[in-house]
Each structure stands twice: as structure tokens, then as C-alpha cells.
């Protein structure tokens, strides 16, 4: 078995994780994150997703930009 130490403020998180004061461990505690970030793991990956949307996605077509002639007659905004 290994010891390790953590922040005070660390275990005031982990104590808040309990689900069975009569039971629960920080041992076991840190076993159920372990095992909720693994589930969470197999069934989403950000490489999956990133895959996926590139797939649904419609090509963006370049919009040409438009050019307006003005007339003397038009009121126009000068910036300072």
C-alpha cells in the first residue's frame, strides 16, 4: 500500500464525495472517481467527436465580397 498527501482542501473536496459515511474511504472514494472518469472515457472521446462533426459538416462556400459605388448625393461618414 502506498501513502499519499494531499492538501487539506483536497480532502475537504474528497470528504464531500462520500456517498456511505459508515463505509467509505478516501481509498474508496478515489476508486469511484477512478472508475466514473473510465466510464466517462469509453464513452466519449474528443477525437470521436472532433471525427464525427467534421463529417456532418457542409463545405462553407466563399462568399465573394461586394463592392457599392457611391454617389456624391449619398450621405457619408467621415472617421476622425
Request: hydrophobic fraction near 35%; include cysteine.
Amino acid at each position: 500500500m502506498k501513502t499519499v498527501q494531499i492538501s487539506d482542501e483536497l480532502f475537504d473536496e474528497l470528504k464531500n464525495l462520500v456517498v456511505d459515511p459508515f463505509d467509505d474511504t478516501p481509498d474508496s472514494v478515489i476508486g469511484r472517481l477512478i472508475q466514473i472518469v473510465k466510464k466517462a472515457k469509453s464513452r466519449w472521446s474528443p477525437l470521436d467527436a472532433c471525427a464525427a462533426s467534421e463529417e456532418n459538416e457542409t463545405p462553407v462556400k466563399p462568399q465573394k465580397h461586394q463592392t457599392r459605388e457611391y454617389s456624391e448625393e449619398e450621405d457619408q461618414v467621415v472617421l476622425l
